[in-house]
């Protein structure tokens, strides 16, 4: 059964026991805890405070009825389900779910869309944003095995390194699970933080240095296709992953919400690169979203683009003004239509 965690799961998830103080120990009680302060940004400070002992973060209990004693209440079908899944799996494999998740998900979600649009194409012109530009079933498999061995080489290493963090952070994977409404929030901050984050990141790239030694190959797509979500350079990958980790640092929590998080990220991150824009798409009812024709406009531009750098949202190119070619484009198609 895994030991006890130094991690809180209740009202102070955010607070985590550190090391005792430098040179000797401290008296009772007393810890380095590192604060997050979400209503002043996220910043990690170390203060001595007074704690009692912390709770497990997995309740090492051999039976439900145990659980259930320590929870006061019976356990949902959910958390049996996760109890008898996780209560003996060491929190570092839970963690390198995300990996599989990832590799599942890149591997399945573009597929259909590819095998229609090598096989049926003429069914899908008109949803295809770029209908002059016919990719070869050469570049379809070349993409994949380029981001297959990113995949092994870079995001693999990734997720034994940053584990550390995760733990640091307050990512927990004991009961209580989270509840939707809890999800939900924190989710929204994840994709919030993010977008804010990578908004920034992704308009350095454009710079002369960063396009050309790193950001020009995530362009080699100017008609991006699904399997291209994830194809850049190794130093693209590492530094544009580093947003996706901010949002959960600031909110932590469950290692279920962190799944969910992650493999919804890379689902959204597949369709703004799939270059077809279809009509009841649910994801036009999302304010502010910015989806696959706006990311579309972004790689048809290329190495001039100076516009349309957000990844999910569209806030932040209105607020700063990157996106006036996109939305004088838009005029432009409408005035012709009109013609």
């Not at 604060?35 to 973060?57: D, K, Q, T, V």
């Not at 649910?282 to 979203?289: A, D, E, R």
């Not at 990157?322 to 005035?335: E, F, M």
Request: hydrophobic fraction near 45%; proline fraction near 11%; charged fraction near 15%.
């Amino acid at each position: 059964m895994r030991p006890p965690s130094a991690f809180f799961s209740g009202p102070s998830a955010s607070l985590r026991l550190g090391a005792p103080v430098p040179g000797g120990a401290p008296p009772h009680g007393h810890y380095f805890v590192p604060i997050i302060n979400i209503s002043r940004g996220f910043s990690a400070l170390l203060h001595p405070c007074s704690l009692p002992p912390p709770p497990p973060e997995m309740m090492p209990y051999e039976t439900i009825a145990a659980a259930e004693a320590a929870l006061g209440r019976n356990l949902t079908a959910a958390e049996t389900i996760w109890f008898h899944y996780s209560a003996k799996m060491p929190d570092s494999l839970l963690y390198f779910h995300n990996y599989i998740f990832l590799f599942i998900v890149f591997t399945l979600v573009p597929l259909p869309l590819a095998v229609l649009e090598l096989r049926l194409p003429s069914a899908l012109v008109p949803y295809k944003l770029q209908p002059m530009v016919q990719l070869p079933p050469a570049s379809f498999f070349r993409c994949y095995k380029d981001v297959l061995r990113s995949f092994l080489l870079v995001v693999g290493p990734l997720q034994l390194f940053s584990y550390p963090i995760i733990k640091f952070v307050g990512i927990r994977t004991g009961l209580p699970l989270p509840s939707a409404a809890e999800m939900a929030a924190q989710l929204a901050v994840y994709f919030l933080v993010e977008d804010y984050g990578n908004y920034w990141i992704h308009r350095l790239l454009h710079g002369p240095w960063g396009y050309e030694k790193i950001h020009r190959v995530h362009h080699e797509f100017t008609a991006p296709i699904g399997f291209a979500a994830p194809y850049a350079h190794w130093a693209e990958v590492l530094i544009l992953g580093i947003p996706s980790f901010v949002g959960p640092a600031i909110a932590p929590c469950h290692m279920i919400t962190f799944w969910l998080w992650i493999i919804l990220r890379q689902v959204e991150a597949i369709e703004t690169h799939s270059g077809y824009e279809f009509p009841l798409n649910p994801t036009k009812y999302i304010p502010f979203y910015g989806g696959a024709e706006y990311h579309d406009y972004h790689h048809y531009v290329g190495s001039r683009s100076q516009s349309n750098f957000a990844s999910v949202f569209t806030y932040c190119d209105y607020i700063y003004g990157t996106d006036k070619g996109y939305r004088y484009y838009k005029a432009h198609l409408a005035k012709l239509k009109e013609q």
